[in-house]
C-alpha cells in the first residue's frame, strides 16, 4: 500500500526566505505526483503536476523536482511572502487502473512579515 | 468555468438526521471523487465515480453513508443516520481522464453533527 508522508509538519519562516517542503512515498511505481495549496476553509488548488518521467516542474516563484527511485520530492518556493501562509500538500497518483490518489497530511506554513 | 460546486457549505445537523451533500462538477470531467478530511485522518478517498459508474468505494466507512451519480453533471453523498463522528468536510472533486491531468477540488461541505 502506498504510504506519503510529508515533514515537517508546520514551518514558520520570514518573508524573504526559499521554502523548502519535502514529500516521500513508499512505492515508486506511480504515474505522476501533484503539489496541492490549501487555504484555511478552501478546497484544495493544484499548484504543479509532475509525470513519472519528468524530474522537475517549474511556475513562476515555484519548482518541484522529483526522485522516483528514492520515493521524493520537492516544492521550492522562491523568495516567500505572507500570501504564501497555506497548508501543502502532495499526492501521488498510483498506476492502478483508475489512478487513485494517496495525500499525505500536509505542512503548514506560515511566512512572517 | 465555475469549477466543481458543493452544497451545502456549512451544515449543523443533530445526530441521528439525514445528510445530504450536492456536486456539481466541472462540466466535460468524466470522473468524480468524494473525499473526507478531518485532522485525525487527513483526507480520506470516500467513493469513485467514472462515467457516473461508482468504481471504487472501499473508503465508504459504513453502511450509513450512499452515494449516487444519476447524471454527468450531479452526483449526492448522504449520510443516513448521522454521527457526531462523521462532523468533517467533505469535499467534491472531479477530473478528466487522462494520467497527465488535474484533479480539481470544490470548496467543501463543513459538516458538524451534534
Known amino acids: 500500500k502506498q504510504e506519503v508522508t510529508q515533514i515537517p509538519a508546520a514551518l514558520s519562516v520570514p518573508e524573504g526566505e526559499n521554502l523548502v517542503l519535502n514529500c516521500s512515498f513508499t512505492?515508486?511505481?506511480?504515474?505522476?505526483l501533484q503539489w496541492f495549496r490549501q487555504d484555511p476553509g478552501k478546497g484544495l488548488t493544484s499548484l504543479l503536476l509532475?509525470?513519472?518521467?519528468?524530474r522537475e516542474q517549474t511556475s513562476g516563484r515555484l519548482n518541484a523536482s522529483l526522485d522516483k527511485s528514492s520515493g521524493r520530492s520537492t516544492l521550492y518556493i522562491a523568495a516567500s511572502q505572507p500570501g504564501d501562509s497555506a497548508t501543502y500538500l502532495c499526492?501521488?497518483?498510483?498506476?492502478?487502473?483508475?489512478?487513485?490518489?494517496?495525500f499525505g497530511a500536509g505542512t503548514q506554513v506560515v511566512v512572517t512579515p | 468555468d465555475a469549477g466543481v460546486i458543493q452544497s451545502p457549505r456549512h451544515e449543523v445537523t443533530e445526530m441521528g438526521q439525514e445528510v445530504t451533500l450536492r456536486c456539481k462538477p466541472i462540466?466535460?470531467?468524466?470522473?468524480l471523487f468524494w473525499y473526507r478530511q478531518t485532522m485525525m485522518r487527513g483526507l480520506e478517498l470516500l467513493i469513485y465515480?467514472?462515467?457516473?459508474?461508482?468504481?471504487?468505494d472501499s473508503g465508504m466507512p459504513e453502511d450509513r453513508f450512499s452515494a449516487k451519480m444519476p447524471n454527468a453533471s450531479f452526483s449526492t453523498l448522504k449520510i443516513q443516520p448521522s454521527e457526531p463522528r462523521d462532523s468533517a468536510v467533505y469535499f467534491c472533486?472531479?477530473?478528466?481522464?487522462?494520467?497527465?491531468?488535474?484533479?480539481?477540488f470544490g470548496e467543501g461541505s463543513w459538516l458538524t453533527v451534534v
Open positions: 472533486a472531479s477530473r478528466q481522464d487522462g494520467t497527465g491531468n488535474t484533479i480539481y
Open positions: 512505492d515508486s511505481a506511480i504515474y505522476n
Open positions: 509532475i509525470q513519472s518521467s519528468q
Open positions: 499526492a501521488v497518483r498510483g498506476t492502478d487502473s483508475w489512478g487513485k490518489l494517496q
Open positions: 462540466s466535460g470531467h468524466n470522473s
Open positions: 465515480f467514472n462515467n457516473n459508474v461508482p468504481i471504487d
